[in-house]
């Protein structure tokens, strides 16, 4: 009975071990995977949020493009290449034609586009005509279709005729 026993014992203690072992082994690695899936949650939670982020941000970047699109339209039509600011001349004198007026276009100078600046050309009209008429064709300058300023001006109003200096420049792209 002796060895029964101490064979009861060792087995009661060997399953003892063992069952504490198990249950320590479930509690360490029970906290091990709460901790882990908590970091996995918190993963997908940043991922889904980066994921909505870039949707966000390509649908701006498809507006973007979109906008800038119709922008460079307008600014293509409004700042000419640099080819097309010679037929200069032929445009005034086709405002001047309409608005009843005579014109006489120098070209002054040209100034080159420099890095993100446009070019420009300088110019100098002799404009003479009726004194309403004259002011019209001010007016139509300041409507011109190109990019243009108009640097100085000056008047001088007579009978019948009236005549205009008008100094200014037009820009132009690359």
Same mark, same amino acid.
């Given at each position: 009975?002796?060895?029964?026993?101490?064979?009861?014992?060792?087995?009661?203690?060997?399953?003892?071990?063992?069952?504490?072992?198990?249950?320590?082994?479930?509690?360490?690695?029970?906290?091990?995977?709460?901790?882990?899936?908590?970091?996995?949650?918190?993963?997908?939670?940043?991922?889904?949020?980066?994921?909505?982020? *870039? =949707?966000?941000?390509?649908?701006? @970047?498809?507006?973007?493009?979109?906008?800038?699109?119709? !922008?460079?339209? +307008?600014? #293509? &039509?409004?700042?000419?290449?640099?080819?097309?600011?010679?037929? *200069? =001349?032929?445009?005034?004198?086709? @405002?001047?034609?309409?608005?009843?007026?005579?014109?006489? !276009?120098?070209? +002054?100078? #040209? &100034?080159?586009?420099?890095?993100?600046?446009?070019?420009?050309?300088?110019?100098?009209?002799?404009?003479?005509?009726?004194?309403?008429?004259?002011?019209?064709?001010?007016?139509?300058?300041?409507?011109?279709?190109?990019l243009s300023t108009i640097d100085h001006t000056r008047v001088e109003r007579g009978t019948?005729?009236?005549?205009?200096?008008?100094?200014?420049?037009?820009?132009?792209?690359?």
């Amino acid at each position: 009975m002796g060895d029964f026993r101490k064979k009861l014992i060792f087995e009661i203690t060997l399953t003892t071990v063992v069952v504490l072992s198990l249950a320590a082994g479930i509690l360490f690695f029970g906290s091990n995977i709460t901790a882990s899936a908590v970091r996995i949650q918190n993963a997908r939670t940043e991922v889904l949020s980066r994921w909505s982020s *870039l =949707n966000s941000l390509a649908l701006l @970047l498809g507006d973007y493009n979109n906008k800038a699109k119709e !922008y460079m339209g +307008v600014m #293509e &039509q409004a700042v000419p290449v640099q080819d097309q600011v010679f037929n *200069l =001349n032929r445009e005034f004198r086709a @405002l001047a034609t309409q608005g009843g007026v005579d014109a006489a !276009y120098t070209f +002054v100078e #040209e &100034q080159k586009p420099e890095a993100e600046a446009l070019g420009a050309v300088r110019y100098q009209l002799n404009v003479s005509g009726d004194y309403d008429k004259v002011l019209r064709f001010m007016k139509s300058l300041e409507n011109f279709r190109y990019l243009s300023t108009i640097d100085h001006t000056r008047v001088e109003r007579g009978t019948p005729r009236s005549t205009m200096v008008v100094q200014g420049r037009v820009f132009f792209r690359d």
